[in-house]
């Protein structure tokens, strides 16, 4: 079992960061893909970026590239995302999730379908 905790979320202006954190508890922590989604209401879930288990592998949706940046700290058991240069359409309910099935990320970890553990989320809104 695994559990995630979401934090960080809140309003922000057009332009500002956030840095959101998702805190893992349960089987070890540094063996498997992370990931994060987000979903604004009326959409459906998206992929925004996943972490290989060592940090080394990364992958971003396209329309996050350059802004988000995605980290883990195995040792504190927590991914993070620095989300920076925010815009209005990057408001949404964000996600952090677990892939404990792999280690490395590929095509398929921009899948929702392929995490088998989510978190609560935490609300981002951003101000135009």
């Known amino acids: 079992q695994v559990q995630l905790v979401e934090s960080g979320g809140g309003l922000v202006q057009a332009g500002g960061s956030l840095r959101l954190s998702c805190a893992a508890s349960?089987?070890?922590?540094?063996?498997?893909?992370m990931g994060w989604f987000r979903q604004a209401p009326g959409k459906e879930r998206e992929f925004v970026a996943a972490?290989?288990?060592?940090?080394?592998?990364?992958s971003y949706a396209d329309s996050v590239k350059g802004r988000f940046t995605i980290s883990r700290d195995n040792a504190a058991k927590t991914v993070y995302l620095q989300m920076n240069s925010l815009k209005p359409e990057d408001a949404a309910v964000y996600y952090c999730?677990?892939?404990?099935?792999?280690?490395?990320?590929?095509?398929?970890?921009?899948?929702?379908?392929?995490?088998?553990?989510w978190g609560q989320g935490t609300q981002v809104t951003v101000s135009s």
């Open positions: 972490i290989s288990r060592t940090g080394g592998g990364t």
């Open positions: 999730a677990a892939d404990t099935f792999r280690s490395e990320i590929g095509a398929t970890s921009m899948n929702g379908q392929q995490y088998n553990y």
């Open positions: 349960g089987r070890t922590f540094s063996v498997y893909v």
